[in-house]
């Protein structure tokens, strides 16, 4: 089993930066793909970014190339998206998730993920 836990969140103006972390308990993490999602006010859940328990491997979705970047630290079990030139649209709740059935491949879909935080409040103003 695993539980996540996330922090870093807060307010910050447009071009800002900040980094989440998503601390973990369990010894499932190493080898767990992990993943960021987002989720706006009145939307769905939506894709972040995700890295391979390794870190060899890590997809983004497009709104968030070359701003964001995910990284992973197993040996503090805890991954992080560092987030910058945030716009006004990166505002969300940013949900840290863990797949442990598929370390390898760090998936983009949401029902993958097996084990979710409680979320961490990205608010950016413009």
């Known amino acids: 089993q695993v539980q996540l836990v996330e922090s870093g969140g807060g307010l910050v103006q447009t071009g800002g930066s900040l980094r989440l972390s998503c601390a973990a308990s369990g010894r499932a993490f190493s080898s767990a793909a992990m993943g960021w999602f987002r989720q706006a006010p009145g939307k769905e859940r939506v894709f972040v970014a995700s890295?391979?328990?390794?870190?060899?491997?890590?997809y983004y979705t497009d709104s968030v190339k070359g701003r964001f970047t995910m990284s992973r630290d197993n040996a503090k079990n805890t991954v992080y998206l560092q987030m910058n030139s945030l716009k006004p649209e990166d505002t969300a709740v940013y949900y840290c998730?863990?797949?442990?059935?598929?370390?390898?491949?760090?998936?983009?879909?949401?029902?993958?993920?097996?084990?979710w935080g409680q979320g961490t409040q990205v608010t950016v103003s413009s």
């Open positions: 998730a863990a797949d442990t059935g598929r370390g390898w491949y760090p998936s983009t879909v949401k029902a993958d993920y097996n084990y």
């Open positions: 890295i391979s328990a390794s870190g060899g491997s890590r």
